[in-house]
């Protein structure tokens, strides 16, 4: 079969990424600029702000990607971008400059949920990881068990019904006075912490998760306590966050009946994590998968993996291709 090559764009938050995936699976190249020093001084990311760096970087990133790929638009087959879900303003300038791309190289265009462009980050990682299995996806903005059934199925078995793992991370960081994005930070500080604080672990009958309560006890502990020690807060958090996720994840597996597990997104680098569930894998006789640091945040190469499933599933797009802010990964794409 001859080789689809895929221009992939990836725009949904703060990093303007683009890259070039051959196959799905070989990554020839992966090119992302970050926004995060200009967001920083606002504590969080600014939509308008990000727009604009969007607009800003766009071309940039797509004519690196061409060029570390060793590439001419004219070897690509394909145009892969993330529709949704994210900040509106943010993907649009993803969707239009992909829209623009498809039509100048008369080529199909394929929209791509975000999310599963996550998780498919473990495919690029692993050549022989296959579907069904279940993926723990820890991101800024999402914090869902999902059972991947095939490349094209999806079931939520669990999900976040307040903060998102991320979101409850920055929120620490920034109470306990570290900077933005908090979670390498709150990584790297409860290194060196011991867990004294004994924050709380939320467990529900069913698989979905919480994080409020753990980060009004964060915010709690550090106002009562006026020497608090921050390592040992950092600790504490996510000694608390890592045991209500794999809980979870031990409740899933058997529940699924499934025997791989994937982390994705943001928070899968976090070390705790990812050391909690390979000791718990290990245990349990289960395989366990995790990508790259530079693959579990945003990046154009997990959207050019996804966008080669979805081609060959016939998911293509025509030119009134739009935007969507909120995407379920289960019936939309
Ligand atoms: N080592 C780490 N430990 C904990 N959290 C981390 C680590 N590295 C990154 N993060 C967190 O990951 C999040 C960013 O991940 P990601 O880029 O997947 O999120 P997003 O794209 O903003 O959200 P979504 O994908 O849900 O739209 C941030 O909240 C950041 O603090
Ligand atoms: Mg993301």
Do not use: W
């Given at each position: ?135 723990m996806v820890v991101s800024?903005?999402h914090t869902h ?19 998102a793992i991320g ?78 996720v ?17 982390l994705a997104g943001g928070v899968a680098?976090n070390?705790?994590l ?60």
């Amino acid at each position: 079969m001859k080789e689809i090559v895929c221009l992939a764009i990836e725009s949904s938050c703060d990093e303007t990424a683009a890259a070039v995936v051959r196959d799905g699976r070989i990554v020839e190249s992966n090119v992302i600029v970050s926004q995060i020093d200009i967001h920083k001084k606002y504590g969080g990311v600014v939509p308008e702000i990000a727009s604009r760096q969007h607009t800003e970087s766009i071309n940039l990133v797509v004519e690196e990607a061409l060029k570390q790929a060793n590439r001419t638009f004219d070897d690509i087959d394909i145009i892969g971008v993330t529709a949704g879900p994210g900040l509106i303003g943010a993907l649009l300038v993803g969707v239009s400059a992909a829209k623009g791309l498809a039509y100048a190289l008369k080529k199909p265009l394929v929209p791509v949920h975000h999310i599963k462009g996550h998780i498919f980050a473990n495919f690029i990682e692993d050549k022989s990881l296959e579907p069904p299995f279940l993926c723990m996806v820890v991101s800024g903005g999402h914090t869902h068990l999902i059972k991947v059934k095939s490349y094209s199925e999806f079931e939520i078995l669990g999900k976040t019904m307040d903060d998102a793992i991320g979101e409850a991370f920055d929120k620490v960081a920034r109470t306990v006075g570290l900077g933005y994005p908090g979670g390498p930070l709150v990584d790297q500080a409860a290194q060196e912490g011991q867990d004294v604080c004994h924050f709380p672990r939320p467990v529900f009958e069913n698989l979905n998760f919480s994080f409020s309560g753990i980060k009004t006890a964060v915010i709690n502990y550090v106002h009562k306590t006026p020497e608090f020690n921050i390592n040992d807060v950092c600790r504490s958090f996510e000694e608390a966050v890592t045991d209500v996720v794999i809980t979870n994840i031990k409740r899933g597996m058997k529940q699924a009946g499934m025997n791989k597990i994937a982390l994705a997104g943001g928070v899968a680098a976090n070390r705790m994590l990812r050391e909690k569930l390979k000791n718990f894998c290990e245990k349990n006789g289960y395989q366990f998968y995790y990508p790259a640091p530079v693959l579990c945040t945003d990046n154009a190469a997990m959207i050019g993996c996804a966008a080669y499933y979805d081609y060959l599933d016939g998911k293509t797009a025509d030119l009134s291709l739009n935007a969507t802010a909120n995407l379920s990964i289960e019936k939309d794409l």
